[in-house]
Nanobody
Framework: QVQLVESGGGLVQPGGSLRLSCATSGSIVSISAMGWYRQAPGKQRELVATITSDGRTNYADSMKGRFTISRDYAKNTVYLQVNTLKPEDTAVYYC????????????WGQGTQVTVSS
């Protein structure tokens, strides 16, 4: 079983920065890809970025430049640094652990709200 706990969200002014954290537990985390997704009001959940077990990163095209995903293997924690926040970044940000192909189930956190507003 994998548990995920996101933190770091909140209310930020446009132009500000945030670092989201997702602390995980579970023996399969170390062999899993980890990622961040977001869901804005009235929209579908979308990919922000992923990072594989060996550190390869992938970003959605619209997220390149202001978003940086990183991973602390010792702490089983994944981070998302977001800079120059815009009102359209307002969303619930979800952490994901994807152990495929080793296991068929993926895991989601409860989400952390990020609101960008003046």
């Amino acid at each position: 079983q994998v548990q995920l706990v996101e933190s770091g969200g909140g209310l930020v002014q446009p132009g500000g920065s945030l670092r989201l954290s997702c602390a995980t537990s579970g023996s399969i985390v170390s062999i899993s890809a980890m990622g961040w997704y977001r869901q804005a009001p009235g929209k579908q959940r979308e990919l922000v970025a992923t990072i594989t077990s060996d550190g390869r990163t992938n970003y959605a095209d619209s997220m390149k430049g202001r978003f940086t995903i990183s991973r602390d293997y010792a702490k089983n924690t994944v981070y998302l640094q977001v800079n120059t926040l815009k009102p359209e970044d307002t969303a619930v940000y979800y952490c994901n652990v994807d152990p495929r192909p080793y296991h068929s189930v993926t895991y989601w956190g409860q989400g952390t709200q990020v609101t960008v507003s003046s």
